[in-house]
């Protein structure tokens, strides 16, 4: 009785023993999975794009667009075409991460993230360009130094027209902003004045003109919506405005002798600002500092190499140089260094995707390629 009281127990330890042995190498074999699944990406990695380097390409989102001087073509962040609109010769086109608007001569077609026309339709009027935003489409028809600005939503219907406010103006660029993309803002050139002069208008869409600011003479080149400020960065100073197009001089930054190359806007925090000096960007790039504002912090870098451009994503600084990939966060004291994997050298820095890959030209190809994550970040 007792022996088999004692093979009984013995078969109970022996079950309960390998159950904790099957747990535990289960427990072993999802560690290692997770492990190597959030494993961050530490090397470069290449795809050719099924296109020719033109200044017509640019970053869509995780995709790429290029136009071929007929059609809109879109292809995935490995060269896949995702689709192709065919717009016809001597159009344009500009992009948001998930929608486009497209033009030639005086016809205008909204486009989303797939390809397929919400829009189109003429406006009467040639068309100089086009911005879209979240909710709206702003586009600038008629002539140079008087042109009319309309304003439609992403279906075509009409929101907002403006011509006064342009009378001998040269409208120079458009955009929007606000957490809904409710405001709009608008660049224009005095050029019939005693001196030049940069004029910033701020709208609230299909409501009321909320301000208008003179810049003066330095080139007013950039606008970046930064979680509820406006910086609007000259060759002298970047400076702040809140939405209704008042200025916080108190924020105000020179940047005399650095040109904005990249900016990343985060969901918390101000927004990373990426400058080179004017004297290494001004026709061939050959870039050997960078500086980097955001918030109260102004960091400036110096490169192991001469570069052809820069960019920050996922809080973390880029540039790239003929042969290689430079890293760097904020708390590292060196930049990380990357072999590309291509075969011929790199020229030209395209854009950043949303996903981290960046486009890069080599003469007249084009790749994608992976951009590896920073062991410490920009902010931390």
Request: contains cysteine.
């Amino acid at each position: 009785m007792q022996n088999r009281q004692r093979q009984r127990m013995s078969r109970k330890k022996a079950f309960a023993l390998l159950f904790a042995m099957l747990g535990g190498l289960g427990l072993m074999v999802w560690g290692i999975i997770a492990l190597f699944s959030a494993r961050p990406i530490t090397s470069v990695s290449a795809n050719l794009l099924p296109c020719p380097y033109s200044e017509t390409i640019s970053a869509f989102g995780n995709n790429v667009l290029y136009y071929d001087g007929m059609s809109i073509h879109c292809l995935s962040d490995t060269g896949a075409v995702r689709w192709s609109f065919q717009l016809g010769a001597d159009g344009g086109y500009h992009c948001s991460d998930n929608a486009v608007v497209a033009w030639t001569g005086s016809t205008i077609h909204i486009l989303d993230s797939n390809g397929n026309s919400s829009y189109n339709d003429t406006l009467g009027q040639a068309i100089q360009f086009a911005r879209i935003g979240t909710q709206y489409v702003a586009a600038v028809i008629g002539d140079t130094t008087s042109p009319t600005l309309l304003v439609k939503d992403h279906t075509g219907a009409h929101m907002d027209e403006e011509s006064d406010a342009y009378q001998t103006l040269i409208l120079l660029d458009v955009g929007f902003y606000g957490n809904r993309g409710e405001y709009m803002w608008t660049l224009a050139l005095d050029v019939f004045g005693t001196a030049a002069n940069t004029v910033l208008n701020t709208f609230e869409v299909g409501r009321m003109n909320t301000g208008e600011v003179s810049l003066g003479d330095p080139i007013t080149y950039a606008v970046v919506y930064d979680n509820g400020v406006l910086r609007v960065i000259n060759t002298r100073r970047m400076m702040s405005f809140n939405d209704r197009g008042t200025e916080d001089n108190s924020a105000s930054v020179l940047v005399y002798g650095w040109r904005l190359m990249d900016y990343e806007v985060p969901d918390r925090g101000g927004a990373l600002m990426l400058f080179a000096p004017t004297s290494q960007t001004d026709n061939l790039y050959d870039i050997r500092e960078l500086r980097l504002i955001s918030s109260n912090a102004d960091k400036r870098y110096t490169l192991p190499d001469s570069c052809i451009g820069a960019t920050v994503w996922n809080r973390s600084i880029y540039a790239l140089s003929a042969t290689t990939l430079y890293r760097a966060g904020q708390n590292d004291s060196r930049f990380a260094v990357f072999e590309l994997p291509l075969e011929a050298d790199a020229t030209r820095l395209l854009g950043t995707l949303s996903n981290g890959r960046i486009i890069v030209a080599c003469g007249d190809d084009v790749y994608t390629l992976t951009l590896p994550q920073a062991i410490s970040s920009l902010g931390q």
